[in-house]
Nanobody
Framework: QVQLVESGGGLVQAGESLRLSCVVA????????VGWFRQAPGKEREFVSA????????YYAASVKGRFTVSRDNAKNRVDLQMNSLEPEDTAVYYC?????????????????????WGQGTQVTVSS
């Protein structure tokens, strides 16, 4: 069973950048389709971005497209989320999640229920 660990969260001002990382502490990253989700206080968890096992396809929520970039380095067992031009509305706990490529069902990348493995989350706070 894969174990995911996020890092890189923090407090920044609007317009600044952060880079989140998701490291696979146990398992082999190349076997997994990886997604990023976020949850703000009082709101449901929402999809942010996702990337196929080899990086060939990347997906973004409309609210972050053009500002966030997802990438992966399977040799380092790591997936990154570069977040630029951050806005107060981006404030949330960010989670990485994984599903094996063989189990992933096409088109369901934005559904939290599709991912059986989750990290503990990292807090991102953007002040105005």
């Amino acid at each position: 069973q894969v174990q995911l660990v996020e890092s890189g969260g923090g407090l920044v001002q609007a317009g600044e950048s952060l880079r989140l990382s998701c490291v696979v502490a146990r398992g082999t990253l190349s076997e997994y389709f990886v997604g990023w989700f976020r949850q703000a206080p009082g709101k449901e968890r929402e999809f942010v971005s996702a990337i196929r096992w080899n990086g060939s396809t990347r997906y973004y929520a409309a609210s972050v497209k053009g500002r966030f970039t997802v990438s992966r380095d399977n040799a380092k067992n790591r997936v990154d989320l570069q977040m630029n031009s951050l806005e107060p509305e981006d404030t949330a706990v960010y989670y990485c999640a994984a599903v094996t490529e063989v189990s992933y069902r096409a088109g369901r990348y934005d559904r939290a229920a599709e991912y059986p493995y989750w990290g503990q989350g990292t807090q991102v706070t953007v002040s105005s």
